[in-house]
């Protein structure tokens, strides 16, 4: 059996064979990431593995790498992602000290594979990758959006005295629009914010637009992750993005791990206790914040929830010991949900 640690970067990728044992059976292959990606690695690894089976460790930078992993895997290989800590890890024991260079990344992330069974394997759906595709240029444009606003408050404060509404809904832009019209300010001033204010009427269209599309493709897919208090479309659109198939988590206690709400053990002189997980995905972690504010707000079972545990942990505790109790919930949902789904998912078992 041969494993090929990957380290992904934006232009090129590095890659490196080893066999079960660890021992590198090739010279690093160092990749262009363009349209010949996936055939010249097939191709030098058949040179390489001659007919032993591969499994392929990608380190887990997904923005960079899902294209290589996708095309690896509608190939019919074998693809796992190291998360970056464990990379680190084994670069650390197998490397020598201070040492560290792509190749020497791509073998710690094929140490890693080989030494931990249990990883993640990719698995491709072809209606969640669209909704990660629109999901990400949703929030690109949200934060483009809020740095304009920003800009626009700090200058009508500065030229015409004055503090501005919710400049992502019509009657705020018209308001502004009309005094702006009205104002005595130079010719140059008035240019700006006339053109700052257009640009955010059309991110505002943009974005409207693009939750549309989003409500249309993920209606179908989380009919009941969407009746859970606090859970719109767009935040259901988020969840499938960074989860994908909810079957790679065996249960909520994983799926808490992985979104940073299950507290970390610390024994220390034979004192038990728990502390605050600052790791995990801090995309879904934000996600379920919010969510736990909304049910805090809308959800009688949330606010006993809280009621019962804030007086011994306070709020900010009670909080969190609702975002764990929400992990349930929606790994409940997304469970029955998957179910559900008629289309076909590629897996590394079920690629021909």
Not at 59 to 68: S, T
Request: glycine fraction near 6%; aromatic fraction near 4%.
């Amino acid at each position: 059996m041969v494993t090929v640690g990957i380290d992904p970067h934006k232009h090129v990728h590095v890659a490196v064979a080893v066999d079960a044992d660890g021992r590198r059976v090739s010279r690093p292959l160092t990749v262009k990431n363009d349209a010949a990606l996936i055939g010249v690695l097939l191709k030098w690894i058949r040179t390489v593995a001659g007919g032993a089976s591969v499994t392929w460790a990608i380190e887990d930078g997904r923005g960079f790498a899902r294209g290589l992993a996708d095309g690896l895997l509608l190939a019919g290989h074998e693809v796992v992602w190291v998360p970056t800590r464990l990379m680190a890890a084994h670069r650390k024991l197998h490397a020598a000290t201070g040492s560290k260079s792509d190749p020497v990344d791509a073998t710690a992330v094929a140490h890693a594979a080989i030494a931990t069974p249990g990883l993640d394997h990719h698995r491709i759906d072809d209606r969640v990758r669209e909704l990660r595709v629109l999901v990400d240029l949703r929030a690109d444009l949200v934060r483009r959006r809020t740095m304009v606003i920003n800009q626009v408050k700090a200058y009508t404060h500065l030229w015409l005295d004055h503090t501005p509404g919710d400049l992502t809904r019509a009657p705020g832009l018209t308001s502004l629009t009309t005094l702006l019209d009205t104002s005595r300010t130079s010719h140059h001033v008035h240019r700006v914010l006339a053109e700052m204010l257009s640009e955010i009427a059309d991110l505002n269209r943009r974005v409207r637009d693009l939750e549309t599309t989003v409500r249309e493709l993920v209606s179908p897919l989380a009919p009941a992750l969407l009746e859970i208090t606090g859970i719109s479309h767009v935040s259901a659109a988020v969840l499938l993005a960074e989860i994908g198939d909810i079957t790679r988590f065996a249960s909520s206690a994983k799926l808490a791990r992985y979104t940073g709400c299950a507290p970390i053990p610390v024994y220390s002189s034979d004192k038990e206790r728990h502390r605050l997980h600052r790791g995990g995905n801090r995309r879904l972690n934000s996600l379920l914040y919010t969510t736990a504010i909304v049910q805090q707000r809308f959800h009688p079972g949330a606010r006993e929830l809280l009621a019962r545990h804030t007086p011994t942990k306070g709020i900010r505790g009670a909080r969190r010991i609702l975002k764990r109790h929400l992990i349930d919930v929606i790994h409940r949902a997304m469970v029955q949900d998957r179910a559900s789904w008629q289309h076909h998912i590629a897996q590394h078992e079920l690629v021909a």
